[in-house]
């Protein structure tokens, strides 16, 4: 019976907290509904709405944001209806710069959360430090510091021409490199830091027993390591590619026109009062909408090898 008093107890106590969830949950429930799924809703909305030509819309519902996107007519529209490709390349473009900046993080943000996670405890928070320091800058203020770096009589190409290495300044910007330099710049921590995470908590021996069965450093990389942190680089992947998809201060300061991205596209609609709001808004939706494709597959793909361990 004695045994049987402390079970009763936490049965109360659990009943208890029961009654506190929804008190405890109503503050984010909340947030995420006012500043998530409110503007998420207003978005939809709009991106079913009549563009009003002086800015704005007119609340009136249309297909004409949707049929721009995907539907070219012509210059009078009054041509046959084909594929617009446009918009569906500056996806395209945008993907792909998006896919590179995620690598190149990876390839950097990898090796440098190893170093840290493998320094002594009491100098890991040191160079955690020293990674979000740049950080604490604003965006803008860095995509433009780096412009002036980069940009053709900027300190980069300075000191190359001093050091003899080049000969004549390189035109870096208004080029895809210069996008994926600030994309690097801008999101390296967002892949540095889960990684970091997942190798802190990896354990170290068995890397030992993998080198005292004879397997090299490659091999225990590929067959040991990665597949026990691969939840954090899948994460700071995800953290990377997100942002840099819909990033729009890179392209405009560091790309040119011809460096159009999602983005930038989105921007130029709600920037002016001849903006397309419903247009703007029904590229951000099927920008949302390729996300969470993007996701929902990642997460099937997960369960299906969770399924077959």
Excluded: H
Excluded at 4 to 19: E, F, H, I, L, T
Excluded at 139 to 146: G, W, Y
Excluded at 204 to 211: D, G, I, N, T, V
């Amino acid at each position: 019976m004695a045994g049987m008093a402390p079970s009763g107890g936490d049965n109360a106590g659990d009943k208890g907290y029961r009654g506190l969830i929804v008190p405890l949950l109503l503050p984010t429930w909340l947030t995420i509904g006012v500043f998530l799924v409110l503007p998420v809703a207003l978005m939809a909305v709009y991106s079913f709405l009549t563009k009003e030509f002086r800015g704005g819309v007119i609340w009136e519902f249309s297909l004409a944001a949707y049929d721009q996107f995907f539907i070219d007519r012509g210059l009078f529209g009054d041509e046959p209806a084909r594929l617009e490709w446009t918009y569906i390349t500056v996806f395209g473009r945008s993907i792909a710069q998006a896919a590179v900046a995620t690598v190149i993080c990876l390839v950097v943000g990898f090796p440098t959360a190893w170093f840290i996670a493998t320094r002594p405890a009491a100098t890991r928070g040191l160079w955690l430090f020293l990674i979000t320091v740049p950080y604490w800058v604003n965006l803008l203020i860095r995509t433009v510091s780096l412009r002036f770096l980069i940009r053709e009589n900027g300190p980069l190409n300075d000191a190359l021409i001093g050091a003899g290495v080049i000969g004549r300044p390189l035109q870096l910007i208004n080029t895809d490199f210069a996008v994926q330099m600030g994309l690097f710049y801008s999101y390296l921590p967002f892949m540095v830091l889960p990684i970091y995470a997942a190798v802190e908590r990896y354990n170290f021996a068995f890397s030992e027993a993998a080198a005292d069965l004879y397997a090299n450093r490659w091999v225990t990389l590929r067959e040991i390591v990665l597949p026990i942190v691969k939840p954090g680089i899948i994460a700071g992947c995800i953290l990377v590619f997100i942002p840099s998809l819909g990033a729009f201060l890179a392209p405009n300061l560091l790309g040119g026109a011809k460096n159009f991205m999602i983005g930038s596209l989105i921007e130029e609609q709600f920037k002016r009062s001849l903006g397309n709001w419903p247009f703007g808004a029904a590229v951000s939706m099927i920008l949302m909408t390729l996300v969470l494709i993007l996701l929902m597959v990642y997460a099937r793909a997960m369960a299906r090898a969770e399924a077959r361990r």
